[in-house]
């Protein structure tokens, strides 16, 4: 992966894309973002291009990865996702887009309630999962139906998943780091950082593991 890779942001206007966004440009990125309203968008830069238009709309994705070395998707919408499977159902036409275009690597931002394929979430996780974060069942079965589809049609394409605990708009509480058994609950630049480190990082390809603060 080179250092300053083209990205494709969808979820640039939510409040870890916001800081992401920024963070991308401030390091040297051209970057992309696809906003259903562009209004919403802080971050100006000569860098930067928006385009009008949803993942559940009628988009010319081929046009849109045209240029781009990697794609981010942080979008979450747990009304809508009650209902149905809003990012599966756009991840499997974003990755034969992808294979078209020669766009190589995706980074998904998953919620740390949502399980790892072919694994279970430790017991804690699982009961506050069903039981204070029940009203958000959908976005977690729709993300895990995103890491299967991924994990067994998708290996050719270098993708990686954080299954991010995100927890505020508040400063930096540090670094979050890669972690397979433990997540921190992080604020939202801190979770946009880890987002950007890990879509350069060529052994998180393949992996959907969480983030943690480094213990003191």
Not at 180 to 192: E, K, L, Q
């Amino acid at each position: 992966m080179t250092t300053h890779p083209s990205l494709l942001v969808l979820g640039g206007t939510g409040q870890t894309g916001q800081h992401f966004t920024r963070l991308a440009l401030e390091a040297g990125h051209r970057v992309r973002v696809l906003a259903r309203t562009p209004g919403k968008l802080r971050s100006t830069h000569p860098e930067l291009e928006v385009v009008q238009g949803s993942v559940d709309g009628d988009l010319d994705l081929d046009a849109l990865l045209d240029g781009i070395d990697a794609v981010v998707i942080m979008l979450g919408n747990a009304a809508a996702q009650r209902e149905r499977q809003v990012n599966t159902t756009f991840v499997r036409l974003l990755v034969p887009a992808m294979r078209r275009a020669g766009t190589r690597r995706l980074l998904y931002q998953a919620g740390g309630l949502s399980a790892a394929p072919g694994t279970r979430l430790p017991l804690v996780l699982r009961l506050v999962r069903n039981t204070i974060a029940r009203s958000y069942i959908g976005q977690h079965e729709d993300n895990e139906a995103v890491m299967r589809y991924l994990d067994q049609d998708a290996r050719d394409i270098e993708w990686m998943v954080h299954r991010a605990g995100i927890g505020s708009d508040g400063p930096s509480k540090g670094e979050l780091r890669r972690s397979s058994s433990r997540i921190s609950i992080g604020t939202f630049v801190d979770c946009a950082s880890y987002n950007l480190r890990t879509l350069l990082d060529d052994s998180a390809v393949h992996t959907a593991d969480g983030s943690t603060y480094r213990r003191r």
